[in-house]
């Protein structure tokens, strides 16, 4: 019988089921055609060429722009039981004609391979006597001219179907747009390709936008729920990661920055810790990420609002990539988008240009804005439609409402008018809630009749409200002029009573936290990581076991094996095997030291006597059994019936475990219970009660279904 797709999923990667199209696509590779394929970041694009390299004859060519993740990308082969190996200038000479050597004695499945080496020297005429039967091409967006990355070296990729006809072509990328699909395709010569888009969304990571007011404190306290997690900050200038890096390193966090600025070896190694969790988080500049593929980042920051949706989406795309839950937050608030509307007047563009560039924070601004799902804003933008709310962002879960605010605007407005357009925020918010400092009192606003009219409502409130009048062009705000508000033609019909405005209702930071997390508790999603005592036992493990390997934690097992591996603690190969994301390889390699972990784990923490869930009873009946006690002797020191100890060891028996059962039951016995059990036709797992009573009850159940195993184990 030849081996399947499914197979091969199962016994290299571990995993049960195909993600949506990966199958299609596999089997669409495997009828030698060619196809383009277009997932985003951390949909599942590696396994649609890796299991055709497989499954097929000869050498799978992975060309790839990305130097720094070859290593890694074939660690994780590696770890899996694949043969591969990358070539790239990063190799001494010996090393790479080692690489040479193996492929062309076909002891690989995959060669990673970066364009210019493809075509550097003779590498070409190589290929020709390496029987390559696929050629997969990542980030093939890089070919495009259209792209947002495009690299002159891959434009050599054009001759590669002339060269090879017969060798069919897998495409990917998760850059969307059409203009770069079509390119890629002509560019590479595979216009009959089959073109498989997946959708974008990526349901895992949860979506929110938090008032951009004290952010520091409010990163604080999403650290605190957040320990030990991988994530990234990303802030606007070189200058705000310095800060904030620094504010919450003195907090006690473990954190660097990194930006363009710094010195190319620097920003290695702050990457490399990054990548083996030695540093927990980054603050970056978008300069930070590209070419990041670590799987277990967990939550991404942005400290000031990105310049549009594309670049957000790509960077929160950071976070999550194993598909395990993972939290994104985007501060906001009107300063934000006039630093931005600033940057791109003051910049060197056309006007043309800079209209687009306006266009594109427009949309992020909206997204920011928005009082209906995010996620639906985030699809429609990717032109994808979106029948339902998501459930997993902010406006889900606290749904917006609007009342009418005219009175609101009118007391603000007001004061504006007031002090002859001449404060900023905070001197306002003095003044409408009637604060008696120095300089209201200095200014003599004290005696202004908008004194103190806005008192029933907080500060953060005003703020709030202020921001989204200024949002929606209620008044301008001049910022040559110290931030200082103005009014418009907008303000004067407001202030006339001529128009209505509508505001969305504040809700408190802390009351939204509160009733989201109610929610989240209520609605805990399955893969949930759930960071217990064991979960970080087994992390540490794994830090150490990656460590001595030189790879990344993540390259060893993700956070989702690692989570599920806690909860369900396996201690038998097969349960081990069960496990999301454990093919043959990993378990050869890791399997034992982990189950080995997991029972000390589980020896410390169970007291004689007491049942545990989740199989610990029956480790710790199996220690005494190892330890050479008789069935009596265990069941005294562990306070338990003797039949509740044979059950344990007939249980431990059956998940794969060495135990004798014979040498539990003597012969006589052994052949009474049989004897009889064959004579009414009962087997092991039926009500075991007629037996017993034909047996006059001389024998207990734990006897009775001891005989019953070991019979139809040797059938
Ligand atoms: P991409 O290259 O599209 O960014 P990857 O190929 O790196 O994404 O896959 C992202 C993660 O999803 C990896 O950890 C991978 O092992 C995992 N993965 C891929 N296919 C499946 C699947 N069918 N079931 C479970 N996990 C999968
Ligand atoms: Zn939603």
């Excluded at 710790?620 to 060891?649: D, P």
Aim: some cysteine; hydrophobic content about 40%; charged content about 25%.
């Amino acid at each position: 019988m030849s081996i399947t797709k499914e197979d091969v999923l199962k016994r290299y990667f571990g995993y049960d089921n195909f993600r949506p199209l990966q199958a299609e696509i596999i089997d669409t590779v495997l009828q030698n055609q060619d196809c383009l394929v277009l997932m985003p970041t951390g949909g599942g694009k590696s396994v649609c060429f890796q299991i055709p390299a497989i499954l097929k004859n000869g050498l799978t060519v992975v060309i790839s722009p990305l130097i720094a993740l070859m290593k890694d990308q074939v660690e994780t082969l590696k770890g899996n039981g694949i043969n591969a190996a990358f070539l790239n200038s990063s190799l001494s000479s010996s090393e790479q004609d080692q690489v040479m050597w193996q492929a062309k004695i076909g002891e690989l499945k995959l060669l990673y391979i970066a364009p210019e080496r493809l075509f550097a020297g003779n590498t070409f005429e190589y290929l020709r006597e390496w029987n390559v039967s696929l050629f997969a091409i990542d980030e093939s967006h890089c070919i495009s001219s259209w792209g947002h990355d495009f690299r002159p070296e891959y434009r050599q990729l054009s001759s590669l179907k002339q060269r090879f006809p017969n060798v069919p072509v897998i495409a990917l990328t998760a850059t969307a747009d059409r203009v770069t699909r079509r390119d890629i395709l002509k560019q590479l010569g595979i216009e009959q390709a089959e073109t498989f888009v997946s959708s974008f969304d990526r349901p895992n990571l949860n979506l929110n936008v938090l008032p951009g007011r004290k952010r520091i404190q409010q990163i604080q306290s999403f650290l605190k729920k957040h320990i030990g997690q991988a994530g990234i900050i990303y802030c606007l200038s070189r200058k705000g990661t310095e800060t904030v890096a620094k504010s919450l390193e003195n907090a006690g966090f473990s954190v660097a920055f990194y930006h363009a600025g710094l010195p190319s070896d620097e920003r290695s190694l702050v990457q490399e810790q990054f990548l083996k969790d030695d540093i927990q988080i980054i603050v970056a500049t978008i300069a930070f990420g590209m070419g990041i593929d670590k799987s277990n980042v967990r939550w991404v920051i942005h400290y000031n609002l990105p310049s549009n949706v594309e670049s957000f989406y790509q960077e929160i795309g950071r976070a999550g990539r194993d598909g395990s839950p993972s939290d994104t937050v985007l501060f906001y608030s009107y300063m934000d988008i006039i630093t931005r509307q600033d940057m791109i007047n003051n910049s060197e563009q056309s006007e043309e240009q800079k209209e687009l560039l306006h266009a594109k924070l427009n949309r992020m601004k909206q997204y920011a804005e928005a009082d209906i799902c995010r996620r639906r804003i985030l699809l429609s933008y990717f032109n994808e439609a979106v029948e339902q709310d998501c459930g997993n962002c902010d406006v889900c879960r606290n749904p917006r409402t609007r009342f009418d605010a005219t009175v609101i605007a009118q007391k603000a407005l007001s004061g504006i008018a007031r002090t002859n357009q001449k404060i900023a925020m905070s001197m306002l918010i003095d003044i409408l809630r009637g604060s008696r400092n120095r300089a209201i009192m200095q200014h003599g606003y004290d005696r202004l009749p908008t004194f103190g009219v806005g008192h029933d409502l907080r500060g953060e409130e005003w703020a709030e409200y202020i921001g989204q009048l200024l949002n929606s062009g209620a008044m301008d705000i001049a910022y040559d002029e110290a931030h200082t508000f103005k009014l418009n033609a907008f303000s004067r019909q407001i202030l006339k009573g001529e128009r209505k405005v509508e505001l969305v209702k504040f809700i408190p930071i802390a009351e939204r936290k509160a009733k989201e997390e109610e929610l989240s508790f209520r609605e805990k999603p399955k893969q949930e990581i759930i960071r217990d005592e064991l979960f970080e036992r087994l992390r540490s493990l794994r830090k150490q076991m990656a460590d001595a390997l030189n790879v990344p934690p993540y390259v060893v097992f993700s956070d989702a094996t690692l989570s599920e591996m806690a909860q369900k603690r396996p201690i038998t190969e097969a349960q081990m095997k069960a496990v999301s994301g454990i093919g043959a390889e990993k378990y050869r390699r890791y399997g034992q030291a982990f189950i080995n972990e997991i029972v000390m784990f589980a020896k410390e923490n169970t007291q004689p006597g007491t049942r545990v869930v989740n199989g610990l009873t029956y480790l710790e009946t199996f220690e005494l059994y190892k330890a050479g006690y008789s069935v009596k002797v265990i069941a005294e020191k562990r306070n338990l019936q003797s039949v509740t100890i044979l059950s344990h060891l007939i249980k431990l028996k059956e998940d794969g475990h060495p135990i004798d059962l014979k040498a539990l039951i003597d012969d006589k016995s052994y052949q009474t219970i049989t004897r009889a059990a064959q004579e009414i036709s009962i087997r092991k797992n039926d009500t075991l009660k007629p037996l017993f009573e034909l047996l006059n009850e001389v024998y207990d159940y734990g006897q009775i279904k001891l005989a019953l195993t070991i019979m139809e184990e040797e059938l």
